[in-house]
């Protein structure tokens, strides 16, 4: 495929588990971020990375949220101990390159996470 | 800190009439701009970007949208709507770290 894919599209969960999302960024792409889109919040930031490691992890709003890269390629979003406000749609892009490049960000279709 | 801010939450048009829909950003130093938009049950896809250069930019499907730097504006317009413009549109900011800072959002429903 030649776009962002996330996987799964859709996930509920009850409050307290711990949940995966995955995202395969476009193959070649060096940049990877974590998006977020609530009705409360809006499109936030989550976090970003160059190769497998993230320089930015700014966006992430509480310990119980983490991401890693592997082999530059695909991302694995953990929300520990869900908890209600957790509920939103989680979005992954790519871009060939960061850093201040002019590089456009190509979003995946998301995750809607629902917390029970 | 960098913030976006639309105005507008809320448009309706009927096809034909012109649309420009505003964006004010915050922050102190070079910015990239972007609006994007996400068609119904569609994911988010980039409309145009401003990076340097001509601050009148085109984009996709007619749009076009100027940077004024003394207004710290990029607003968004289109001569004339189709109803297939029908979307959710958002304005963008980054900054060095290339992270992307959206606006809330602007719904935009075009009547026939």
């Known amino acids: 495929g030649a776009g962002v894919s996330q996987s799964p599209s859709n996930k509920v969960t009850e409050k307290g588990k711990d949940v995966e999302l995955r995202c395969d960024p476009i193959?070649?792409?060096?940049?990877l971020y974590w998006y977020r889109q609530s009705l409360g919040q809006g499109l936030e930031f989550l976090i970003y990375?160059?190769?497998?490691?993230?320089?930015?992890k700014s966006g992430l709003p509480s310990d119980r949220f983490s991401a890693e890269r592997t082999g530059g390629s695909v991302s694995t979003l953990t929300i520990q101990r869900t908890q209600q406000e957790d509920s939103a749609v989680y979005l992954c892009?790519?871009?060939?390159?960061?850093?201040?490049?002019?590089?456009?960000?190509?979003f995946g279709p998301g995750t809607r996470l629902t917390v029970t | 800190a960098q913030s976006v801010s639309q105005h507008n939450h809320h448009v309706i048009l009927s096809e034909a009439a012109s649309l420009e829909l505003g964006c004010n950003y915050s922050y102190g130093g070079t910015v990239n701009l972007f609006w994007y938009v996400q068609y119904p049950g569609q994911h988010l896809q980039l409309l145009l970007k401003y990076f340097s250069g001509d601050p009148l930019v085109k984009g996709i499907k007619g749009f076009e949208a100027e940077f004024i730097k003394s207004k710290f504006s990029f607003n968004l317009r289109k001569p004339s709507v189709q109803w297939s413009d029908t979307a959710e549109y958002f304005c963008a900011v980054s900054g060095f770290t290339d992270k992307l800072i959206f606006g809330t959002g602007t719904r935009l429903q075009v009547f026939p």
């Open positions: 892009a790519s871009s060939l390159a960061a850093g201040g490049s002019s590089y456009e960000q190509y």
């Open positions: 990375f160059q190769g497998n490691s993230a320089p930015d």
């Open positions: 193959s070649g792409h060096t940049a």
